[in-house]
Every structure is written in structure tokens, then in C-alpha cells.
């Protein structure tokens, strides 16, 4: 394996990777071609994600050829798919590696399908991205529109039942958890769904409808169901939500911490 680049990221899967192999020899044949057979992060995950993605109808062969095209093209992704990785390392207690969410979580799997999803949509082939959508939702439960705009940091943690519509869009280092909804409130087209802010804790369950905006460093509580707009740096709970307070860090996303600091 040779690269003309340094990349921690990847210097850091392949050596976990390895250790890996020495501890469960069983998995071996698996680890070395989804990962140490490879030269760079994106090698190894266009073949990880279009092997998850293959269909009686479409190989994974022309699958990877289509997410390697889209990494190509659309030159943020290799960013974005770093500070995701890291992201989760950093915010996951149940996470001390970067090998482990490339390899088994599904949140960043969907996640970085989605990216490719939304290159194909801004390059006019929306057949294709929806393919990938319904493909990212059959498979792990996830269901992110690819016209939807997400930024990067981003933590889907579990991510089973999250839903994200057409018109949304989630700032940087944001932090969403299952069965989340950031949707539209009727049959109206145009721009409808949530503008998420950055550093935004999203807490599970919480249902986010309409064209409404939710301000940078704001924590959702579990649960809520949030009509208007959000202050930044405040926590809103409830059904309808209201504010019940303020998170103790400028980004809770980063912390990670549900409960409430009611004033």
C-alpha cells in the first residue's frame, strides 16, 4: 500500500484493523477486504457501502463505481466522512476507535450514503439518488431525502426510525438520535421542513415539523414535539415544546448530555 498523502484518519483505522485480525482471527478474511486490502478511506468504503447496498437487480460492482465517482466529484465528501468518524469517536461513550462505526454503524453507513445520494441529486441524476434512498431506508431503517443539506460532525447515533424530508437542512457538529423526525406539517410543496443549527443535540424520539428554524446550540428533549422556532442556546421539551431552560455548553451536540437544567 502506498499514498502520497498523510491521512491520520485512515493511518489510525488500518492500524486498529490489524490489531483486530490478531484478536479475532475468525473475521480476518472480512477485515482484509473490506479495509486492509485497500489504499485509501475511500476505496474501502465505496466497497464497504456498495456490498451493504447490492440488489438482485443492480451488482455491487456498479455500485461502488457510482459511490467511488461520487467522492471523486463531489471533493467535500472526503471531509465530511472524516469529521463524521471522528465525531462519533469523540461523542459515543460505547466508541474508542474509528475502525468500529466504519465497520458495524449503521448511522454512519446511512449517513455517508446519504452524501453520495445528495452529489447525485446536485448532478441532476435524481433517479439514481432516490435509488440510493430507498436502498439506505429498506437496509438500515434511515430515510434522509437527497436534496436534504447536512453538514459535517455529524453524529446519527442508532439513527433506526430517523426521518429527514426533502427541504432540511442540519448545520455542523450536530448530534441526532433514533427515531427522530425533521419533517413537514401537510400536503404543502416549497421549502417545509426544519433548518437545524450547529451544535444542536437532538434527543430520541423528538418530532421537528415545518419550515421552522432551530438556533445554533439548542438541546431537544426526548420526546418533543417542537411547531416553532427555537432560541439559540436554550432547551425546549414537551408536546407542543417549550423552552425549559439552557444547555450547560455553548454546543451540547458535543457533550451528549439528555437531561434538563431547568431554570
Known amino acids: 500500500m502506498s499514498r502520497t498523502n498523510s491521512d491520520p484518519v485512515w493511518d489510525r483505522i488500518l492500524a486498529e484493523t490489524e490489531l483486530e485480525v490478531a484478536k479475532e482471527p475468525i473475521l480476518a478474511s472480512f477485515l482484509y477486504a473490506t479495509i486492509l486490502n485497500h489504499n485509501d478511506l ?14 438482485p437487480t443492480i451488482s455491487s460492482l456498479l455500485l461502488r463505481e457510482v459511490i467511488a465517482n461520487a467522492f471523486d ?6 471531509r465530511s466522512i472524516r469529521s463524521d468518524l471522528l465525531a462519533i469517536e ?9 475502525a468500529i462505526p466504519f465497520l458495524y454503524f449503521k448511522g454512519f453507513h446511512a449517513l455517508q450514503i446519504h452524501r453520495v445520494a445528495h452529489c447525485l441529486w446536485g448532478s441532476g441524476r435524481e433517479t439514481l439518488a432516490l435509488f440510493f434512498q430507498n436502498r439506505m431506508s429498506g437496509e438500515f431503517g434511515v430515510d434522509i431525502h437527497p436534496a436534504a443539506r447536512l453538514g459535517y460532525g455529524i453524529m446519527l447515533d442508532h439513527a433506526t426510525g430517523l426521518v429527514i424530508g426533502e427541504t432540511a437542512v442540519v448545520g455542523n457538529n450536530v448530534s441526532i438520535l433514533q427515531s427522530v ?16 443549527g450547529a451544535g444542536v443535540l437532538i434527543s430520541a424520539g423528538a418530532k421537528i415539523l415545518g419550515n421552522i428554524r432551530i438556533g445554533e446550540g439548542a438541546k431537544v428533549g426526548a420526546g418533543s414535539v417542537v411547531l416553532q422556532d427555537v432560541p439559540p442556546h436554550t432547551t425546549v421539551a414537551g408536546v407542543p415544546a417549550k423552552v425549559v431552560g439552557r444547555p450547560e455548553s455553548d454546543q451540547p451536540a458535543l457533550e451528549m448530555d439528555h437531561r434538563f437544567n431547568c431554570d
Open 42 to 55: 475511500e476505496s474501502a468504503l465505496s466497497f464497504h457501502l456498495a456490498n451493504k447496498l447490492d440488489s
Open 73 to 78: 466529484s463531489c471533493t467535500d465528501i472526503g
Open 90 to 98: 469523540e461523542r459515543d461513550s460505547a466508541c474508542n476507535s474509528l
Open 181 to 196: 423526525t425533521l419533517g413537514g406539517t401537510g400536503k404543502e410543496d416549497g421549502d417545509r421542513h426544519p433548518k437545524v
